[in-house]
């Protein structure tokens, strides 16, 4: 094992956000009485009077499989008044067999308008699903508000926006909407140059719908040959303001957390075997071991021939770690030969398996044919193993596959937040869609177990290709550097407080070993310059792991957050000690004022120093070290990219 401390080649901006340079500069605008931010080619927080009146329009070029190709931005004219803007740039995007080049400006008005323009040349010939902007409308302001929809023939429909995640469109052929984020504020989108729909993106567990062109139901896709010109135009306005306007302060007030009565069991916790090493070495297993996981999630297909070679790896991890095993069987053309041929190995590898989720390996979902008499014949071979129904892939193929086999012991989905875009700011923002996804699940079959497994940062797969992938063109693809880093483990508290206290009972997060997993494993990384991880190095979200599992027996405690982009707040409950988990996924210093009166109190925190000091195991885990720490007023200054583990008073 190469245990190398040349750590301090890797930078604390690394440890921090997985990349050596800071993220794209957000530059505050003002269009009259609305604020936006511009960040990256995109304007995104569209602020009025405190409210989110939209999340973002940005421009997108997807491929053949909806691949998005990442553009090379020029500027060309930047001008920030204190009531108006004026952006312009070209957007080179080459990447997939696609070279396109597009010309964007943003330009806002003193009256809050704000109008976004796109004019793209095809250089070569190719094929797409998708060119132009897409409009984002945040859940938390929109969800089951009236819309009005006109309609490009001139009719105007009156719709609202989904409460649970709508499987399909909710609104079609849109030249204009009109809708109300707050009482007497009406806000209007106007489109041009393409027929626009709206799908709700909560199927991805993005926080948003989603408007965008050209809809789905015409043909994909669409080959665009060279010279070929794309103009498109969106303009939004306030249409009725019959309230007093006030201009959003630039100076945020601390973040407030507010604690609830409302409590749900800690889920059961478990990780997804490695992609890259087979089995653990001694270290590795003594570091997991301390975890004390409820299950090793293995995928196998049954289309693969190395399916038997994986099962047997992974029984061989399980036992290492003395946890059963949950495997997802991706099923072929012939159900019944592989559920024999599964039955006939498990006679020969007397594995521990806790529970089985049965999919199909074209469609990714359950198949309510042959779902009944595989779970008798598992039920029966198997020691009445729990068996489930649901998806490989994401919630959207589950969702719109319904209904699901009845029989079902629990239902289950995957999740991952960068299914269509890759911002730090857009993985906090879809943390809160996890819940959604929960709670439209619920009303599937009241009571029946909802798992959430497995939540990785990054896709597995592509589901949705529409053709054969290819290694190395459409996946797999390089990990996210962002697995090492202080970021993601953050994150991955706000994807336990959010899945748990919606009511999720069984998650799986991540990989145990590798550049998906926990801690690196015996070897340095595949890919040195862009995810410089040493061997045997532990990540960030091993530690946090292994605090937030101290309280696996006991409760959640619903908690509220006016600020949950800048700091996830989750509450433990275990009878004894009780704690409040607080986590910046911000590089600033953010002010937090605590939920109870304390002058002092005992902090645990996981920060960038005892990263860097314990990012090698010396024999032993340290645990976080014990700070008195003294709020001022109630107020804490909490750190960038920390988490803080308080202790409850009595």
């Known amino acids: 094992m190469q245990f190398g401390h040349s750590n301090l080649n890797i930078s604390d901006n690394f440890l921090l956000l997985g990349r050596n340079t800071p993220p794209p500069e957000q530059i505050h605008l003002q269009a009259g009485p609305v604020s936006v931010v511009y960040e990256d080619g995109a304007l995104r927080s569209f602020f009025l009077n405190g409210t989110e009146v939209l999340r973002m329009i940005y421009h997108a070029v997807r491929d053949p499989d909806w691949n998005t190709v990442i553009p090379d931005l020029k500027p060309e004219q930047f001008e920030k008044l204190a009531d108006r803007f004026a952006i312009l740039y070209t957007a080179t995007y080459k990447g997939y067999g696609i070279e396109f080049e597009a010309g964007i400006s943003f ?14 040349l095809a250089l ?17 302001t929109c969800m089951g508000k009236e819309v009005l929809i006109g309609h490009t023939d001139g009719t105007i429909e009156k719709s609202v926006f989904p409460v649970l995640v709508s499987p399909h469109q909710p609104f079609f052929d849109i030249a204009f909407m009109e809708y ?18 709206t799908e709700d993106q909560r199927n991805w567990t993005d926080a948003s719908y989603k408007t965008y062109s050209t809809p789905l139901a015409l043909p994909f896709p669409v080959t665009m040959n060279r010279g070929t010109v794309i103009e498109q135009n969106v303009r939004f306005s306030l249409a009725k303001i019959s309230q007093k306007i006030f201009f959003q302060s630039s100076a945020k007030q601390p973040v407030h957390i507010n604690l609830t009565k409302q409590t749900t069991p800690f889920p059961a916790i478990g990780l997804l075997q490695s992609s890259r090493y087979p089995t653990l070495s001694e ?30 790896e992974a029984n ?41 989720l049965i999919v199909d390996e074209g469609t990714k979902v359950s198949n309510s044919e042959w779902f009944a008499p595989a779970r008798k014949l598992f039920k029966e071979k198997l020691n009445n193993v729990s068996v489930g129904a649901g998806t490989n892939a994401y919630f959207a193929e589950f969702n719109r596959n319904k209904p699901f086999p009845g029989e079902a012991d629990f239902i289950a989905w995957s999740v991952n937040p960068q299914v269509h875009a890759f911002d730090y700011l857009t993985l906090v923002e879809n943390l809160q869609a996890q819940a959604d996804t929960v709670i439209s699940a619920r009303t599937f079959q009241p009571g029946i177990p909802l798992w959430v497994t497995p939540v990785t940062l990054k896709p597995r797969f ?61 070897e340095n990384s595949l890919w040195p310059a862009d995810f410089p991880s040493l061997g045997g190095m532990i990540f960030p ?36 000690k009780n704690v409040l988990v607080l986590a910046s996924h911000t590089p600033k210093v953010i002010n937090v004022l605590l939920p109870f009166p304390v002058t002092e109190c005992s902090v645990r925190i996981l920060d960038l120093p005892f990263c860097r000091n314990n990012m090698f195991s010396r024999g032993t885990l340290p ?14 200054e909490l750190q960038p990219f920390t988490v803080v583990f308080f202790e409850i008073p009595s």
């Open 180 to 197: 109300k984020p707050e009482k007497d504020l009406m806000a209007r989108i106007d489109f041009e140059g393409d027929v626009f729909e």
């Open 623 to 636: 645990d976080l070290p014990v700070q008195v720490c003294r709020p001022d007023k109630g107020v804490l």
């Open 283 to 312: 270290s590795e297993c003594s570091l997991l071991k301390k975890l004390k996981i409820d299950h090793l999630r293995v995928d196998l297909s049954f289309v693969e021939k190395s399916w038997k070679e994986k099962f047997s």
């Open 541 to 576: 979200v091993f530690f946090v792991l292994n605090e937030l599992l101290r309280y696996s027996q006991g409760r959640v405690m619903k908690t509220m957050v006016s600020q949950p982009d800048s700091v996830s707040a989750l509450t433990l409950l275990d009878g004894f």
């Open 462 to 522: 592509n589901p949705v290709a529409t053709r054969t992938e290819k290694p190395g063109i459409n996946y797999p693809s390089p990990p996210d550097p962002r697995q090492m880093s202080l970021f993601t483990a953050g994150w991955l508290v706000g994807s336990l407080k959010y899945l748990a206290e919606a009511g999720a009972s069984k998650i799986t997060f991540f990989e145990t070993t590798g550049e998906k997993g926990l801690i690196q494993g015996p």
């Open 124 to 140: 070569n010939t190719f094929q797409k699903n998708r060119i132009g902007f897409c409009i984002l409308h945040p859940v938390h």
């Open 316 to 356: 061989l991890t399980a036992k290492q770690l003395n946890v059963p095993l949950f495997l997802s069987l991706a099923f072929s053309d012939h159900p019944e030969n592989d559920a024999a041929s599964f039955i006939e190995i498990c006679g020969a590898l007397s594995p521990k398996i806790d529970s089985v």
């Open 107 to 120: 330009r806002g008005e003193k009256d809050g308008s704000i109008t976004c323009s796109m004019k793209g």
